[in-house]
C-alpha cells in the first residue's frame, strides 16, 4: 500500500480537516490546524507531502521521524500541528487495515469510561451561571471558565474582585455539586498570578490553567509553592522536549498536550508516559473538532494517569458548525452520565461526512482570535 494523495478542507467554525488516501482504497482522515492560522498550517501539510507521497502509511513511526528530522528547522506550532493531522489520518489507515479501532493497536483499555467536562462560555456571573445549568440538564457536572478577562502586568484589585465575584456566585449557586477549572489563558502575568490565585483558594476550581504564558513556564514551579491548587498547562507547548524541561522543573500537575498541535497520537502518547513517570496528570486539550477529540480519546483509554477529557460541544467558538455536524455516526460520540465510551470502530472510529465537508469548505472564513489592548493602548493578551 502507498501514499497516493493528501487533501486538505478548511471548514467552519475554525477546523481543517485532513484527507490520506492510498492505491488500495483506504482513506484516513485528521485535523491538522492552529485556530487562526489554518492557512499556514495548510502549506505546511502540503509542503511535508514530498515525504509522503509514495510511502508506505504503515511506517507511522519512520514517516513521523522523517517529517519531524527531515528539515533542519523544526518544532513549533505550525510544524508540529500539520505533523500531528498526518500522525491521526495514518493512524486511521493503519486501524482501518487492521480491522481495530487505535487504542487497540496501542496495547488495549486501562477504562471503561472517560470523565468529559464542557467549556461554558459568558463575562458575567449571571450567563455563567445559566449555561453552567443547562449544561447540568444535559448531564455535565464537570466545566471550564475563563478565570479572568485582560489583566496588565500589575492591575487594580477591582479587576481582582471581578474575578472572584465570578467564581463566589457559581459556588453559591451550584455548593460542591460540580467542580470546575479556571483558565487563566496566559492573559496573567506572574505578579498578578500570584495574587489571583491567593483570592481563588477558597473556592476550591478544580485546576488553574496556564497561569502564566507557557514562554513564562519558570513560574510555574514558583506558583505551584505557594498554592495547594493544581495548576494545569500544555495547550501551547508542542513536542516532547518542550514538555520535558516543564516536567523536570515541576510545578505542573495536570499536563494538557494537544492532540493536533503536540505532533499527534504518536508524540502525545509518549508524552503522556512521561507525565506518567512525574505523577502527573493527563487531561488533553481540544476545543477543537471531531478527529482531534476522537484521537484525545485513543489516548486517554491507554493512559493510565489520564483523568479528564475537555470537548468543544457547544462552545462558544463553536459558530457556523457544532462538534458532530461532519460526523455520520454521532451516536458514537454520545456522553452518557458525563462520559464516553471507547469509540469502537476500526481506525480513529469517526465517520466523516465527507459531501458536507467539500460543501462548507467552498465558502469558509478565516478564523481570528480577537485583539484585545488596554485602555492605554497596549496590546492585551487574549
Not at 451561571?129 to 477591582?158: H, P, V, W, Y
Not at 470546575?180 to 490565585?197: Q, Y
Not at 480519546?297 to 470537548?311: G, P, T, Y
Request: glycine share 10%; charged share 25%.
Amino acid at each position: 500500500m502507498k501514499i497516493t494523495k493528501l487533501t486538505t478542507y478548511r471548514l467552519p467554525p475554525r477546523w481543517m480537516f485532513l484527507k490520506i488516501e492510498t492505491d488500495e482504497g483506504v482513506t484516513g482522515w485528521g485535523e491538522p490546524v492552529i485556530e487562526g492560522r489554518a492557512r499556514s498550517v495548510e502549506a505546511a501539510v502540503h509542503e511535508l507531502s514530498d515525504y509522503l507521497v509514495g510511502q508506505d502509511p504503515s511506517r507511522i513511526n519512520d514517516l513521523w521521524q522523517v517529517m519531524y528530522r527531515g528539515g533542519f528547522y523544526r518544532g513549533g506550532p505550525v510544524l508540529m500541528s500539520a505533523i500531528a493531522g498526518i500522525d491521526q489520518a495514518l493512524w486511521d489507515i493503519k486501524g482501518k487495515v487492521l480491522g481495530a479501532p487505535v487504542w487497540q493497536l496501542l496495547g488495549g483499555l486501562v477504562r471503561n469510561k472517560m470523565k468529559a467536562y464542557s467549556w461554558v462560555g459568558g463575562d458575567r456571573p449571571a450567563e455563567v451561571i445559566n449555561g453552567i445549568a443547562k449544561l447540568r440538564e444535559i448531564g455535565f457536572d464537570t466545566f471550564k471558565l475563563n478565570g479572568c478577562e485582560e489583566m496588565g502586568i500589575i492591575d487594580s484589585s477591582q479587576k481582582i474582585d471581578a474575578a472572584v465575584n465570578t467564581v463566589a456566585q457559581i459556588r453559591e449557586v451550584f455548593g460542591n455539586d460540580i467542580e470546575f477549572g479556571l483558565d487563566f489563558h496566559g492573559r496573567v502575568s506572574a505578579p498578578m498570578a500570584k495574587v489571583l490565585i491567593k483570592e481563588l483558594e477558597p473556592y476550591r476550581p478544580l485546576f488553574i490553567e496556564e497561569p502564566v504564558l507557557a514562554e513564562q513556564a519558570e513560574y510555574y514551579p514558583k506558583l505551584a509553592a505557594q498554592t495547594h491548587l493544581p495548576i494545569a498547562a500544555g495547550e501551547r507547548m508542542y513536542s516532547r522536549f518542550e514538555f520535558k524541561r516543564v516536567l523536570e522543573a515541576g510545578g505542573i500537575a495536570i499536563l494538557q498536550p494537544d492532540l493536533s498541535h503536540a505532533g499527534g497520537i504518536t508524540e502525545c502518547h509518549k508524552i503522556a508516559a512521561m507525565a506518567e513517570a512525574y505523577d502527573v496528570a493527563l487531561a488533553p486539550h481540544c476545543p477543537l473538532g471531531p478527529i482531534a477529540l476522537a484521537s484525545c480519546l485513543h489516548v486517554d483509554f491507554i493512559s493510565r494517569n489520564a483523568v479528564f477529557q475537555e470537548q468543544s460541544m457547544g462552545i462558544h467558538y463553536n459558530q457556523g458548525a457544532e462538534l458532530l455536524d461532519y460526523v455520520i455516526n454521532k451516536e458514537d460520540f454520545s456522553i452518557k452520565g458525563g462520559h464516553f465510551a471507547p469509540l469502537t470502530k476500526p481506525g480513529l472510529g469517526v465517520e466523516i461526512d465527507e459531501q458536507l465537508v467539500i460543501e462548507r469548505s467552498r465558502q469558509t472564513a478565516d478564523w481570528r482570535n480577537p485583539l484585545w489592548r488596554f485602555p492605554d493602548g497596549s496590546v492585551a493578551e487574549w
